[in-house]
């Protein structure tokens, strides 16, 4: 069987993610609410008409949160497979990768306050 090209690999590596990314959404009720999430702070972005930079420190933050809560899943899911039952090993990592989600999501909220305070006040 001959090997497939870079150009074919790549296209599957992204139907791969997209798949990933759509499984993610469709599953997890937390990357649910941040993709809501997302979406009410675009609409203000448009409202509120911020500037480029707004939206560069926007779209980071929504995407780190997005990110970090689908690494956060796929961990999850992993310690699941990997030991069913309830283990404080186990438990130590679940926790630890949610606190990144949070770690994040406290950054994220920061970067709106920053934005949009001003806005409001």
């Given at each position: ?17 997209m ?42 933050a ?35 990768s ?24």
């Amino acid at each position: 069987m001959p090997k497939e090209s870079f150009a074919v690999n790549r296209i599957k590596s992204v139907g791969f993610a997209m798949r990933g990314a759509l499984l993610l959404i469709r599953t997890e009720a937390s990357i649910k609410i941040q993709l809501f999430l997302a979406i009410v702070m675009t609409a203000l972005g448009f409202y509120f008409e911020i500037s480029r930079i707004e939206w560069i420190l926007q779209v980071l933050a929504i995407a780190m949160v997005m990110g970090v809560e689908g690494a956060n899943t796929a961990i999850e899911k992993i310690c699941d497979f990997i030991h069913p039952d309830f283990n404080s090993k186990i438990g130590f990592i679940k926790d630890v990768s949610a606190g990144a989600v949070m770690l994040v999501s406290i950054g994220a909220v920061i970067v709106g306050l920053i934005i949009y305070l001003p806005k409001i006040v």
